[in-house]
């Protein structure tokens, strides 16, 4: 599917507000469905995702199917001109099912057979369970297939988790089989499985790794996290090609995790090249004490460049976030006046075209109950949390042509999932404090504070339109990516990598070549050794220009040159005086890098310096204050600058000169800016 046709048929020129329903809950209540409707039409909600887990409501029992409520919900949200995601109910399943047909409940990695219950656990490798979500599905795009309120398939919910069960096993000796030419010497060897005698004869005695069996064979954890991912997406096909086999007009998304889950489970970025739309769900922990509003902020901006880099930088949805309390977070935090609204926009700012959430009415029970939704147990449309819904929805109206809009970075910074995987395996040199999700967000925030947008993407992405790439702890570098580094750097690119990279292949097999592996030649540095610090510890570094010093920590990588130039040196222990910053001049572009793991005060002056050198510049020419940011999206006429301030105060921002024109937040306006706490405001120039 295009992404005109996308664009056109799912935004067409507006922005989406909405959430998750559940109207399937409240079929007893008949009333509820009429009052939701009327306060969706009062908050200015133009979307809702229905039948995310209605799998019991349409088929109550095996082959007996209902389908005359969602109809009427369905008719009902388009004639009052509510939009409909509509969703494959394969999130969670019957009873009926699980209890019938226990292959398809999940088995644990210690061999514990689930039973009924919960959701997103079902084993995707059973044909039982793919013979019944393809029922289900058929029965669904048929009988919806004309219905001209249906804008987008929701593929399932989160899909997540693994299963261990002798159907999954049996997969995964055959997906090895075909990775390795069914050759078990080749395997042997890329598992490295002379170590401890653990060389395998025979596919058929390969099992998944196990807390009670195997989990210290890299290469094999690897590959069943490759494997996950592959089934689970093989699975979402069986799904995915019913739907378009019968509606192919509709596009189709299916939403992932947040940070909760990143980079631990599936890979986003292969499940993401079988859907037309990238949708995510968002559950920052605002106003929290251990992280300041604006980091948080980062964080979830950062998750949010992750998503717009999935599918290119093309519009993507922000299918869940809570209006209020996220239960499930240790603490139910509420969101400050204004909060809500600016999440919303934040949402808007990295290039999604909708704000959603979840959920659209607290149900009356069960684990969500006390979860933030728009509407509470006491359906009121006096709440402050209501009424912020439908602020921030009436903005959202004002802000259509936004929809048309992209957000274009020339930096890209690479997080990127079988490194996670890699490093979270590796033993040394810190093991508890690795850090590479954190590692890459600190980077992250120096860019996120200057107003400069940055595509957060894999190490397979082409880097010829960026300027800079940033690559912290590169410690997985597969085949070619060195090669492509080099090349960028040779077309004047500036790379920037730090310790803990180049280390292994993509078999989580160490290079031979010396550290930093295939990166050694682009970055000029030979790493011989890497010393890991206690907590507490410290070593500082002396910036050779400046006579600045940082204090560093946990990790210190001692480099010997072989071209590069020291920027800064080790301060104290044996390693004095040796290299912790480098530069290589590579071609008509540099590579630095960064030895070790530094203050945030060391990040803040490096990437003043790194960032006006390289002329890489922010949205904005003035410096921001703290805790706002400002993000930039364009079409071929105008430029859109979304201004967020994540702190409790009043803040001013110095506009560049020149006339702005008004979106949203404040009239048209030149100079100073001043924005309330937690304030926003929206404006546009030629
Ligand atoms: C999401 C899930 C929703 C809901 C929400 C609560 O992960 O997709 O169904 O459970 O969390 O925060």
Redesign the pocket.
Known sequence: MSELKNNIKLFGGALLHGA?YNPEQWLHMPDVLDEDIALMKKSNCNVMAIN?FGWSSIEPREGVYHFEDLDRVINKLYENDIKIILATPTGARPNWLSKKYIETNRVTETGLRCKSGLRHNHCYTSPIFREKARCIVEKLATRYKKHPGIILWHIS??FEGECHCPLCQEAFRNWLREKYDHDINKLNIAWWTKFWSHTYVDFDEIESPSSIGEYWVHGQNIDWKRFVTYQTIDYMKEEIKIIREITPHIPITT?T?DYVHLGRGINYWELMKHIDIVSW?N?PKWHNNTIENWASAAQSGFIHDINRALKGGQPYLMM?S?PSA?N?HPVAKLLRPGMQNLAGIQAIAHGSNSVQY?QWRKSLGSF?KF?GAVVDHYSSDQTRVFKEVTKLGEALSKMGELSNTRVKAKVALIYDWENFWGIDDSIAPNADKKAYFETCVEHYKQFWKRGISVDVISMDVALEAYDMVIAPMLYMVKDGVGKRIETFCENGGVFLTTYWSGIVDENDLCFRTGRPGPLRNVLGIWSEEIDALYEGEQNHIKMLTTNERYQTTLFCDLVHLEGAQALAVYEEDFYSGRPSLTRNVYGKGYAYYICSRNETRFFDDFYEDLLTQHGVKGALKNVLPKGVTVSKRSNQEKDYYIIQNYTDCEQVVILDEGTYASVFGVETHCGNLTLSPYGYCVLKKK
Do not use: K, L, Q
Request: aromatic content about 20%; overall charge negative.
């Open positions: 998750d995310i919910n989160e939403n995790h769900d559950y869940e809570s996220t499930w979840f969500e979860h």
